[in-house]
């Protein structure tokens, strides 16, 4: 069977995005613009905690860190929401390097516990520094005539995204990266720059969502410290990743967009016990489809994408070091 090209969904993605604005509602736009948002955070976390192994809760830190830098820039400033959303992902990546180095020491379910109370310790401080963040009131931002730069905006970063995770995942970087994930002591033994690699893949991982967490407060005209810092973003990003397929290059466009959906469809009828519903799908995923929906479309055969799911970690870690 002759493998699905992601660069051919890519390019029909890129399309669809681009005929959306002229031909859908403002409602279609607004849905949109959210689930693009999620899909950019599950990419991102992505690629440190599906490729590199090193799982979290803390990926809402950086998010709700772009949208205080950014609301800020434009509300004291006047900066143009776009150049506040550049800064923003430059303050991501500032404070994920020196933040990488000290966390990363850390594995497993301590590195996990660790990032969340960061993002915990980051809400605190914008909800005590009411001077500078405006605490529990939040800051009001000049609201958006128009959503379809912004859309745009989104749509370009998740196109990027999807485009580097495929590059990531056909390359010598990326099987470095399996190799940390599999055994990072065996990939310590045949030479591989574990520690380096790390941080750099952290550090990448924490600029996209600052600056989607600047244009998301501009989108919304609004934020405060739950908002910002809000623990069912970082989860609903996880469950995206985990229901697409982690470690793959279309689990978290797959993920993103199912979920997302069926999260609207419930919410509109359901809006009752809709979390409970999305919650049990989620779980059942989980439990049948360990892997994801395109690992198991991978496993099957119908859908061949990067790299073969069950090579052993002896081919994958010696091909790295080679």
């Known amino acids: 069977m002759k493998g699905i090209n ?24 607004s849905f949109s613009i959210q689930l693009l948002i999620f899909l950019v955070l599950a990419y991102s ?20 860190i772009g949208a205080y830098v950014g ?13 506040a959303a550049v800064a923003a992902a ?6 994920a390097l020196p933040l990488g180095g000290a966390m990363l ?74 190799a940390i994930r599999e055994d990072e002591s065996a990939a310590e033994s045949l030479g591989i720059p574990t520690t380096r690699l790390k941080i750099g893949t952290f550090v990448a991982s924490a600029i996209a969502p600052a600056a989607m967490g600047s244009i998301y407060a501009v989108y919304l005209g609004f934020i405060d410290p739950p908002t910002a810092f809000a623990p069912n973003m970082e989860l609903t990003t996880i469950a995206m990743v985990l229901l697409g397929g982690m470690g793959t290059v279309l689990g978290p466009l797959v993920g993103a967009v199912a979920l997302s959906v069926v999260n609207e469809v419930l919410w509109a009828n359901y809006p009752q016990i809709y979390l409970a519903c999305v919650g049990v799908i989620v779980l059942l995923a989980v439990l049948f489809m360990p892997r994801g929906i395109v690992s198991l479309g991978m496993k099957s055969g119908w859908l061949r994408i990067g790299r073969p799911l069950f090579r052993s970690l002896a081919a994958r870690a010696g091909q790295a070091a080679s």
């Not at 609301?71 to 150049?83: A, C, D, I, M, T």
């Open 6 to 29: 992601p660069l051919a969904i890519a390019a029909i993605a890129a399309v669809a995005a681009i005929v959306l604005p002229f031909v859908g509602s403002d409602y279609a736009i």
């Open 45 to 64: 976390w992505n690629w440190i905690g599906g490729y590199a192994g090193y799982t979290h809760f803390g990926q809402v830190g950086f998010f709700g």
């Open 71 to 83: 609301s800020l820039l434009n509300f004291h400033y006047g900066v143009p929401w776009y150049l």
């Open 90 to 95: 430059v303050a991501g990546a500032v404070v």
């Open 105 to 178: 020491r850390l594995k497993g379910p301590y590195f996990a516990i660790g990032m969340f109370g960061l993002a915990r310790v980051l809400e605190a401080f914008a909800l005590g520094f009411d001077s500078i963040t405006g605490g529990g009131t939040g800051i009001y931002l000049k609201p958006v005539s128009d959503l379809r730069p912004i859309y745009y905006a989104v749509a370009a970063v998740a196109f990027v995204l999807l485009l580097l995770t495929w590059k990531l995942d056909n390359s010598r970087l990326g099987l470095k990266l399996l």
